[in-house]
């Protein structure tokens, strides 16, 4: 350890170097433990008015997290059942939304890292990035008229004879999976990009020779070897989506409350930050378990997805 230390301030130097080190502390304190350490303080006190904290009125208390499950901190054998139910369908919803991008992400990294060449790549790569220059409410809004009742999509799909009136995508929560799948879709795409690109074309090469077809050879030898990155995007997606409330807000219909708008409900309209804050751990410690869960099933550690 020392030596590592050593070495750290002689390549950086040691103003520069302690100048990181203060930088990177502040970083993790300030801006990601102590907010979330509040969070947590918050949720386990008695909602009372910003006057009363810190009094014995604002206690510790688990009534926040006995509503979400019960509806009453004193209730029992019953379920808060729309509460519950948003929280389930939000993790299927963001799980959906990874598997979209998996799907359609992992044949656009491949064919970036290993067929396109030169100037096609770039433009590639530049018509990627550039739609994301957009202000992402833009974004969302102008899924919204693509997909309203009277937008360029419904209207396509009547000229040419698929529907015989327009669909409601929107309240059907169609515009809402394809708005957050576009979203997040690049932090699927670069790092399983990153991944394939570092594999030797020769072992690709290798498996064809030996009589493996085009899946069998994604399934032995690209895959395999793009875990790190599938993991990587997978988490980041499934994370985003989990949390997102622009998004929803502007998107979802009325059957497709996202959790995170509840917790948007709970902080600013009903003036609840003990409930708002409880449901975020909730969101938060879910989000946890699904790195780990990715982590096991892909069988990577924790710093090939920081990679």
Not at 65 to 82: D, I, P
Not at 143 to 168: A, E, H, R, T
Not at 179 to 201: C, H, T, V
């Amino acid at each position: 350890m020392q030596k590592y230390w050593h070495d750290y301030f002689v390549r950086n130097g040691k103003a520069l170097g302690i100048g990181l080190l203060i930088a990177v502390l502040f970083w993790v304190v300030v801006l990601v433990i102590m907010p979330q350490v509040f969070m947590v303080d918050f949720s386990l006190r008695a909602n009372v008015p910003p006057p009363e904290w810190g009094t014995d009125s604002h206690f510790y208390t688990m009534e926040h997290y006995q509503y979400m499950l019960y509806g009453s901190a004193n209730a029992s054998g019953t379920y808060n059942v729309v509460d519950l139910s948003v929280f389930g369908r939000t993790i299927l919803a963001a799980i959906f939304v990874t598997l979209i991008d998996l799907a359609l992400c992992y044949p656009v990294a491949y064919y970036l890292a290993h067929v396109a060449k030169g100037g096609w790549a770039r433009l590639m790569v530049l018509s990627l990035i550039i739609p994301f220059w957009v202000n992402e409410l833009l974004r969302a809004f102008s899924f919204k008229i693509m997909f309203g009742s009277s937008g360029v999509i419904n209207n396509f799909l009547v000229w040419i004879g698929i529907l015989d009136q327009p669909y409601d995508f929107i309240h059907e929560g169609v515009a809402l999976y394809a708005g957050l799948s576009y979203a997040y879709i690049l932090l699927m795409i670069f790092p399983i990009y990153n991944a394939i690109e570092s594999l030797d074309k020769n072992q690709i090469e290798a498996a064809k020779d030996m009589g493996a077809g085009t899946i069998k050879t994604h399934l032995r030898v690209v895959i395999p070897h793009a875990k790190p990155g599938i993991s990587s995007g997978a988490t980041m997606v499934f994370m985003l989506s989990l949390g997102a409330l622009a998004a929803p807000q502007i998107l979802g219909g009325p059957s497709s409350l996202w959790f995170t708008q509840i917790i948007y409900q709970a902080f600013n309209n009903a003036g609840n930050w003990a409930r708002g804050s409880a449901y975020a751990i909730v969101l938060l410690i879910t989000s946890i378990i699904f790195v780990l869960l990715v982590m096991k099933f892909f069988k990577v550690k924790f710093g090939d997805i920081a990679k």
